[in-house]
């Protein structure tokens, strides 16, 4: 393409997308870079067309017409899909790993630690007194004892664990 035919067809390049931007509903900047492009795959083809202003004016309508159909297909969203607060699989699988690690570290745990740990967090949602009974241990100790156990749990995570990093 050369620079004389940029800048002979540029001022109406500008003018007719302006024009025909408003009937399409895109902006006229979008309109020349389609139909400088149009015309850039059209020089390594076929060469400069016979009449340029006039292929042009074509081009800007014929881009315009694209861009309507376009415009009638596309439907908007509803809701902007990342504001949807359902947690999506990345969470999930995320949420699985963290509950493996954490299963797997209560296992490791020393002396009835782990028997404890189970029934803290297990779904049944267990009252000290049943989990006291379930122990064998009376219920004033499972207070001290469940503190010795995360404090032992925390060690065991600290490494798998990244560290927060002060921020600011």
Not at 109 to 115: E, I, K
Not at 116 to 122: F, G, Q, T, V
Not at 138 to 145: D, I, K, R, V
């Amino acid at each position: 393409m050369t620079h004389d035919l940029v800048a002979a067809l540029r001022p109406l390049l500008t003018a007719e997308a302006a024009a025909e931007a408003y009937a399409c509903g895109g902006e006229p900047g979008d309109l020349e870079q389609a139909v400088w492009l149009r015309l850039l795959e059209r020089l390594e083809t076929d060469g400069p067309p016979p009449d340029p202003p006039g292929w042009l004016r074509e081009a800007v309508r014929a881009e315009g017409r694209r861009s309507r159909r376009a415009t009638h297909r596309e439907r908007p969203y509803d809701g902007e899909p990342a504001d949807d607060l359902r947690p999506g699989p990345e969470q999930h699988v995320l949420a699985a790993a963290r509950y493996r690690a954490l299963r797997d570290a209560v296992r490791r745990l020393p002396g009835r630690c782990p028997r404890l740990m189970e029934a803290l967090l297990s779904p049944r949602d267990l009252t000290y007194r049943e989990i006291a009974g379930e122990l064998g241990i009376s219920q004033g100790s499972l207070g001290p004892e469940r503190s010795r156990c995360l404090g032992c749990l925390r060690r065991l995570l600290t490494p798998e664990v990244a560290p927060c990093e002060a921020r600011g």
